[in-house]
C-alpha cells in the first residue's frame, strides 16, 4: 500500500496556481524527496496532505485516509516538521517533547521513555532540562525532528529541515536523520532545495516547479534518464581548434570550458575513448581525463530549465 | 476531549509562570502582585478591606486585568513565534486547542483573583483582627468567587477573540487597551453626570435587592461569553489560521 497517492491535487491562491494537477505515488518506507526552488509548490503540498488546506480540485490519500474527509485520522498517524521549528523557547526540550507526548495520549512511562530514546543518539539528553531559548538553531532543528517522532508516526513530513543551518550543522543533522530514519523505519516525505541533501538520505525524489511536477523516480533514475553523462578532459594545449573539431564530433552533445577543463555531455559513455583519441591526436597533452554521471543538481536545474522553454 | 483541553491549558499556564518569561508575568512578577493588591493595600484599607460590600467591586474587576495582561499573546503569539501551525499539524481537534487556551486564560485570572482574596484576608486579620477572626460578608464572598469566574471568562473570551484577528501580539495588546478604556468608560464619565440623576439612581437601586441585581448581572454574562465563544468557534478554523 502506499503512503501517499494524489491524484490531480490542486491548489490556487487568487490566480497563483500553488499546485498543478500533481499526481503521485509513495510506497511506505520510502524516503521520498521533494524538490524544487522557493515558492515551486513544496510547502502547499505538504498542508494539502496533512489537511490543514483543501484542495480546489483532485484528491489525496495519506495512509489510506482522505485528507479532505478524514484529515484527524491523517493527522494522528503523521508528524510534521513545517517550516519553522514551532519550538516552545520558553519550555525546557523535555517539556517540549513532554508536551507532544501529552498530546498524543502517551502516558508518563512512554513520555520519560521516549524522550531518552530520541534524545541520546542526538546528543540532547544532558540538556534536557534546559530551556531552548539560548540553544543554537541546528539544535532546536535537532530536538524538532525528535519531537516529530515522538509520538512514533507512520509518516513524516520534514519541510526543509536543514534549511539555514551552517554546513557542519546540515551535516551533523543529516547524519541524526540518517541514524533516527533507520532506528524508526517511517516513510519519510521530505522537501528540500538542497539536492546534496536529497541525493544522500532520499530513495525516490521528485522535481516540482511552478506546482507541476516535472519528474519523479530514484536520484540514478533521473540522472540517467535526463541528463547525458560526462567526460571531464585536464590536459594542455587546448586550442580553439581542437575546440570547436571536439564539438562537431556526432557522440558530443554539448561542450564546456572552465579553467583549461573540457567538460564534455556524450551520448554514450562508453565510446569515451574516442574522444581521448581525437584530442591525443591533435596534440593535447592530457593530465587527467574523469568520466562522471551528472549530479542530481544538474537534472534538477536541466528539468527546470525545459519547464521554463516549454513555458516561453 | 477534556484530555486534550487539560493539556493545551496546562502547556499555556506553564508558559505563563515560566520564570523570567518575556510576558512579564513571570513568577517575581506575580508575587509583587500578590503583595500590592495581598498585603499593601489591605493594610491600608483596614478591617474595610474584607467587611464592606464596595470591595467586590475590586474582586469583579481584577480578573479582567490580568486576564487583559496575557491573553493576547494567546494566538497572536504562537503565530508570532511560529508555534502555531506545528501545534495545528498535530491531532489536536479546533475546539481543543480554542478551549485550552480560553481555559488557561480563565483559570490564570480566577486562581490569581482567589490567591490574593486569601493573601488579603490573612493580611487583614494579622493587621486588625484583635477583636476575632474576620471574614468577607457570606453573600459577597461568594459573589466574589462567581464574578471571578464569569470576569475571567469575559475577559479570557474578548481576548481570544482579538488575539485569533490581530496580526501580532503588540496589536493584540493594543487593542485590548483600547478595549479596556471602552469597558472604563462609563465609570470615568460617572463625574459628569448631573448629581440628581445620580441620586435618582440611588434610589431606584435601593429599592432592587443586590442578589437579584447580582444574578441578572451573572446570566447576562454567562450569555454574552456563550456568543463570544460561538464567534470563537467560527473564527478559530485551521484552513484561515494556516493562511494568516
Known sequence: MNAIQTNQLTRSFGALKAVDRLTLEIPRGTVFGFLGPNGSGKTTTIRLLLGLLDADQGSAQVLGFDTREQPDEVRVRCGALLEHHGLYERLSAAENLDYYGHIWHMSKADREKRIRELLEPLDLYE??????????????????????????????????????????????????????????????????????????????????????????????????????????????????????????????????????RLIVDLNDLTRSHEIVALLVRAGVQIDEVRKEKADLEDVFLQLVEEEKGGEE | MIADVITVATKELREIFTFGDVRGRSK?????????????????????????????????????????????????????????????????????????????????????????????????????????????????????????ILISGLSACIGVLVSLRAGSVRQAQQMMSAGMLVLFLPFMLIQFIPKSWLEAAGNLLDNIQPVQVAVWLAVILLVVELILIAIARRMFQRSKLILD
Request: hydrophobic share 45%; proline share 4%; with cysteine.
Open chain 2, 28 to 148: 517575581f512578577s506575580l508575587l509583587i502582585l500578590v503583595l500590592i493588591f495581598g498585603i499593601v493595600i489591605p493594610l491600608q484599607n483596614g478591617r474595610d478591606w474584607v467587611t464592606s460590600p464596595i470591595s467586590i467591586m475590586v474582586w469583579g474587576w481584577m480578573p479582567f486585568l490580568w486576564v487583559s495582561g496575557i491573553v493576547a499573546d494567546l494566538f497572536a503569539g504562537e503565530r508570532e513565534r511560529h508555534t502555531l501551525e506545528s501545534l495545528l499539524a498535530t491531532r489536536l481537534s479546533d475546539r481543543s486547542i480554542l478551549f485550552g487556551k480560553l481555559f488557561a486564560a480563565l483559570t490564570y485570572g480566577f486562581s490569581l483573583t482567589w490567591l490574593i482574596m486569601l493573601a488579603s484576608l490573612i493580611t487583614v486579620n494579622i493587621g486588625f483582627g484583635s477583636e476575632g477572626l474576620l471574614f468577607y460578608p457570606m453573600e459577597m464572598f461568594f459573589g466574589a468567587i462567581v464574578f471571578s
Open chain 1, 127 to 260: 540538556r534536557r532540562d534546559e530551556p531552548i531559548g539560548r540553544w543554537s538553531r541546528g539544535m532546536k532543528q535537532k530536538l524538532a525532528v525528535a519531537r516529530t517522532l515522538m509520538h512514533r508516526p507512520e509518516l513524516i513530513f520534514l519541510d526543509e529541515p536543514t534549511a539555514g543551518l551552517d554546513p557542519v550543522a546540515s551535516s551533523a543533522l543529516r547524519e541524526d536523520l540518517s541514524t533516527l530514519v533507520a532506528q524508526e523505519g517511517v516513510t519519510i516525505f521530505l522537501t528540500t532545495h538542497n539536492l546534496a541533501e536529497a541525493e544522500k538520505l532520499c530513495d525516490r525524489v521528485g522535481v516540482i516547479n511552478h506546482g507541476h511536477l516535472l519528474a519523479v523516480g530514484s536520484p540514478s533514475d533521473l540522472r540517467s534518464k535526463t541528463s547525458a553523462p560526462r567526460l571531464f578532459v585536464t590536459g594542455k594545449d587546448i586550442t580553439s581548434q581542437i575546440v570547436e573539431d571536439v564539438k562537431n564530433h556526432p557522440l558530443v552533445q554539448r561542450l564546456q570550458q572552465q579553467n583549461g
